[in-house]
C-alpha cells in the first residue's frame, strides 16, 4: 500500500509531533488509550470501520525514526472475536511549498472478520484512516496563533486641563437668560371658571362663616340613621357592633320544618300499623 498526503505545514514541526508518542497518540483517529499507568501513550483500543463494518481490536503500536524516516509497527486481536491484524509503515516527510508531503508505504496481514472483507473495501478504509491521522498531525504541529494584546492608552496631555479657554460672549448671554427667572403670569390675566352660581346654591351655613364650602341644613339620611343608631351606646360597643344593612350576614337557615316532620312521622307509622292488626285480626274471625 502506497498513499501521500499533504499538510501545510512544515517538516520540521512535523519531525517533533512525531518523534513524541503522546502527542501522536491523540492523533490516531478511533483510538482509545488504556488507563494502567504501565501501558504506553499508543496502547488500548483501535475501533476501523469497513465497509459498513465495525471492528474493535485491543494492541498496541511502536514508532521509531531510522535515516530521517518513521517506522510504525502494530498489532492487535479482535475484541469480539478471534480474529487478529498486524501493521508496518513507513512514513517520509519531504519538503513541499507551501508545506510538507507524508509519503506512507507499508502493509498488514490479517485473520478473522478483515480478512473476509473485499481488498479494495480494506484499501479505501486505509486510505481514509490515513487521510485523518495526517489532518489531526498537521493541527498539532501547527503554531499557536499569537493572542491580541491591546495597546495602552495613550498619555493624557497634561496642559489640556491647566488651560483656560474663555467662553464667548454669545454663550454668557444665553445662559443668563437660561436661569432666569420665569415670569409669573398676571392673576387678572387668568380666565376664571365659568359657573353659573345662583342664590340656591348658597343656602346653609359655611363651616367659619364665610367661604365656599356650604354645610347643609340638615344631614343626610344616611348620616341621620347612623346617629340614631349609635346614640346611647359606648365607644366599644361601636367599634365591635355587627355590620348591617346590605354588609350584614346572612343568617343559617333554621331546621324547624325537618323536626316539625319527623314529629309527625312517627305517630302516623303507629297508627298506620295498628290499623293494620285490627284489619287482619277481622279477617280471621270472618273466616
Not at 498526503?5 to 488509550?33: H, K
Not at 507551501?98 to 498488514?108: D, E, I, V
Not at 454668557?172 to 392673576?187: F, I, K, L, M, R
Not at 309527625?264 to 280471621?284: E, F, H, I, N, Q
Given at each position: ?50 465497509g459498513?463494518?465495525?471492528i ?49 508505504t ?13 481488498d ?30 491591546p ?12 488651560t ?10 444665553d ?13 387678572d ?8 352660581v ?46 348591617r ?43
Amino acid at each position: 500500500m502506497e498513499h501521500e498526503v499533504f499538510v501545510p505545514v512544515t517538516a520540521e514541526a512535523l519531525r517533533q509531533t512525531l518523534r513524541d508518542p503522546a502527542r501522536v497518540a491523540r492523533c490516531v483517529p478511533g483510538l482509545q488509550q488504556d488507563a494502567e499507568e504501565s501501558a504506553g501513550p499508543l496502547s488500548g483500543r483501535l475501533k476501523v470501520r469497513i465497509g459498513g463494518h465495525t471492528i474493535t481490536y485491543r494492541g498496541a503500536l511502536t514508532l521509531a525514526e531510522r535515516d530521517g524516516a518513521f517506522e510504525v509497527e502494530g498489532g492487535g486481536a479482535e475484541v469480539r472475536g478471534t480474529g487478529s491484524a498486524k501493521l508496518t509503515l513507513t512514513v517520509r516527510l519531504a519538503e513541499a511549498t507551501g508545506g510538507t508531503t507524508l509519503a506512507f508505504t507499508g502493509g498488514s496481514r490479517a485473520e478473522g472478520r478483515l480478512a473476509e472483507l473485499p481488498d479494495e473495501a480494506t484499501v479505501a478504509a486505509a486510505h481514509r484512516l490515513l487521510d485523518r491521522l495526517a489532518a489531526r498531525l498537521g493541527e498539532e504541529s501547527a503554531p499557536p496563533e499569537p493572542s491580541e494584546v491591546p495597546e495602552p492608552p495613550a498619555p493624557a496631555d497634561p496642559q489640556a486641563h491647566t488651560t483656560d479657554t474663555p467662553a464667548p460672549a454669545d454663550a454668557d448671554a444665553d445662559a443668563a437668560a437660561d436661569t432666569a427667572a420665569p415670569v409669573e403670569p398676571d392673576v387678572d390675566d387668568v380666565p376664571a371658571f365659568d359657573v353659573d352660581v345662583t342664590p340656591a346654591a348658597l343656602d346653609g351655613e359655611t363651616a367659619s362663616g364665610e367661604g365656599d364650602f356650604l354645610i347643609p341644613d340638615e344631614p343626610p339620611a344616611e348620616a341621620a340613621h347612623a346617629r340614631r343608631t349609635m346614640i346611647g351606646r359606648s365607644a366599644e360597643e361601636v367599634d365591635h357592633a355587627p355590620p348591617r344593612g346590605r354588609y350584614a350576614p346572612v343568617p343559617a337557615p333554621e331546621s324547624a320544618s325537618a323536626g316539625a316532620t319527623l314529629r309527625w312521622v312517627a305517630p302516623a307509622a303507629a297508627l298506620a300499623l295498628a290499623s293494620a292488626v285490627v284489619v287482619g285480626r277481622v279477617l280471621r274471625r270472618r273466616k
